[in-house]
Nanobody, 119 residues
Framework: QVQPVESGGGLVQPGGSLRLSCAAS????????LAWYRQAPGKEREVVAG????????RYVDSVKGRFTISRDNAKNMMYLQMNDLEPADTALYFC????????????WGQGTQVTVSS
């Protein structure tokens, strides 16, 4: 299984923005619903946002609603996460994968991309 490649992370001040990208295999995109996840130090990996196969239905956890926007380009096998008004609590390693409410049961994880929000 080809693992996805996440990119776009970095160090940003509170209130700043970042755009994460996920380059995934065609097989991952064919699974349908995809998601972004994050894992902060000492915490479990959690779902941040999910998007339907057609890209017309997106859902977010409450903590990022109104600040993050998930999108996908099926023709390019790419998925994105636009993150605005970042907060220190958003600091984590971000991953992309097929959607699951139990990410610990998924395989095929990439290396992730680090997002650090700090002044």
């Amino acid at each position: 299984q080809v693992q996805p490649v996440e990119s776009g992370g970095g160090l940003v001040q509170p209130g700043g923005s970042l755009r994460l990208s996920c380059a995934a295999s065609g097989s991952m995109f064919s699974m349908g619903i995809l998601a972004w996840y994050r894992q902060a130090p000492g915490k479990e990996r959690e779902v941040v946002a999910g998007i339907s196969k057609g890209g017309d239905d997106a859902r977010y956890v409450d903590s990022v609603k109104g600040r993050f926007t998930i999108s996908r380009d099926n023709a390019k096998n790419m998925m994105y996460l636009q993150m605005n008004d970042l907060e220190p609590a958003d600091t984590a390693l971000y991953f992309c994968n097929e959607f699951s409410w139990e990410p610990s049961k998924l395989s095929g994880w990439g290396q992730g991309t680090q997002v650090t929000v700090s002044s």
